[in-house]
């Protein structure tokens, strides 16, 4: 069993930043690729980041550019910096954590999930 715990969201204006940080639970953290994945009201669930064991990343369209994933695994930490963000961003973001499907941007291929933490941004 996994933990993750996220931090780091708020309120900010758009064109600000805020960095998201998710900390796991386990010392194993390094075998797990982790995710960054956003609901907005009313919208499905939808992929943001993916980092995988060797660090290789993935974003979605929408946020190329913009947001960086990185991660520390002495910490067991994976972040989520996001800059020159947009009223359209505003959700609640989440972390998640697979090992063994490959697939980052499908939620279904996670086996671990954060309780989520809400990003809002005002124009």
């Known amino acids: 069993q996994v933990q993750l715990v996220e931090s780091g969201g708020g309120l900010v204006q758009a064109g600000g930043s805020l960095r998201l940080s998710c900390t796991a639970s386990?010392?194993?953290?390094?075998?797990?690729?982790m995710g960054w994945f956003r609901q907005a009201p009313g919208k499905e669930r939808e992929f943001v980041a993916a980092?995988?064991?060797?660090?290789?990343?993935y974003y979605a369209d929408s946020v190329q550019g913009r947001f960086t994933i990185s991660r520390d695994n002495a910490k067991n930490t994976v972040y989520l910096q996001m800059n020159s963000l947009k009223p359209e961003d505003t959700a609640v973001y989440s972390c998640?954590?697979?090992?063994?499907?490959?697939?980052?941007?499908?939620?279904?291929?996670?086996?671990?999930w954060g309780q989520g933490t809400q990003v809002t941004v005002s124009s």
């Open positions: 998640a954590a697979e090992r063994t499907s490959g697939i980052y941007y499908q939620g279904s291929s996670y086996d671990y």
């Open positions: 386990r010392r194993t953290f390094s075998s797990y690729a």
């Open positions: 980092i995988s064991r060797s660090d290789s990343t």
